[in-house]
């Protein structure tokens, strides 16, 4: 009877329970005597405290924010950290006064974004002594996401798309960095396709440029502020090739009607003239 798993949880029937289906508890394995070391903890490295200010999307003196690698399902994860080494129950009394207001602060800015509803706060702890608190947003009317499981649907549902998860980290960064700190968050750069009227008068031309802009749409936003004000004159360069090749061929075909035009009016005119002075004589 000992090596019988218990029974399944009431939990599994809640509203909110991702899975379904036949389900089985796990063996509990027997407990460990010595647990292992944390990241940052004996002599294994600290990835928070080796990571550049680059790595986050907004960073202060003794505060940053981070940010997944890449979009997931909920319109919003991030990750609040601290500069210092230290985990939760080691933190000052400052750091731990500027934890409080910097969790208020963050939920705000998560909560103002379109379609959150609830931001949950969360610190588990187990795979890292840095300290490292879990925000995630969970979309509005969304109701069977509510409550504890919401970390689990984020590795369900499909991931957003990359142009509003970058719009949404922009704008979470600028509004912590109305209270101090600098953003390191851009917003996705606008995607700028030429009118078909200029790729119908230059096809070979065309081309390129669309191209550039495709590749650029997702190579921008990971690309540094130099880069980016350097490519701009490029995608404008063949719009000012382009308009004065266009006006120069309308002089060019205008000219020869406003030359003839004279011509055709003004030499019967000159005539007749003559003859209207000798009939008046």
Not at 14 to 43: A, M
Not at 239 to 252: G, I, N, S
Request: charged share 25%; hydrophobic share 35%.
């Amino acid at each position: 009877m000992q090596d019988t798993p218990p029974s399944v949880p009431d939990f599994t029937q809640w509203p909110s329970f991702p899975f379904e289906g036949d389900l089985h508890v796990k063996q509990l394995d027997e407990p460990v005597p010595v647990e292992p070391p944390r990241r940052g903890e004996g002599n294994r490295e600290c990835t928070a405290c080796n990571a550049p200010d680059e790595a986050y999307i907004w960073v202060g003196e003794r505060w940053r924010v981070r940010a997944m690698d890449r979009p997931t399902g909920l319109p919003m994860v991030l990750i609040l950290e601290s500069r210092s080494h230290l985990d939760l129950g080691d933190l000052p009394n400052l750091l731990a006064a500027e934890l409080g207001v910097m969790t208020v602060r963050l939920e705000r800015a998560i909560r103002s974004l379109d379609g959150v509803a609830r931001v949950h706060v969360n610190r588990w702890g187990d795979g890292s002594a840095h300290l490292h608190m879990w925000f995630l947003a969970r979309p509005y009317g969304r109701l069977q996401l509510r409550g504890t499981f919401l970390s689990l649907w984020d590795s369900i549902l499909p991931p957003i798309s990359e142009a509003q998860w970058r719009e949404n980290l922009a704008m979470v960064a600028a509004w912590l960095a109305e209270f101090g700190g600098r953003p390191l968050a851009e917003p996705p750069r606008i995607q700028w396709q030429a009118p078909s009227s200029f790729n119908a008068q230059a096809a070979g031309a065309s081309a390129e440029p669309a191209e550039e802009e495709t590749a650029s749409v997702i190579e921008a936003a990971d690309e540094i502020p130099e880069a980016e004000v350097t490519e701009q004159p490029s995608t404008e360069e063949p719009q000012q090739t382009e308009t004065p090749d266009r006006t120069e061929a309308q002089e060019q075909t205008a000219a020869p009607e406003k030359a003839e035009a004279p011509e055709r009016t003004y030499a019967p005119k000159q005539a007749e003239t003559p003859k209207q002075a000798t009939e008046s004589a």
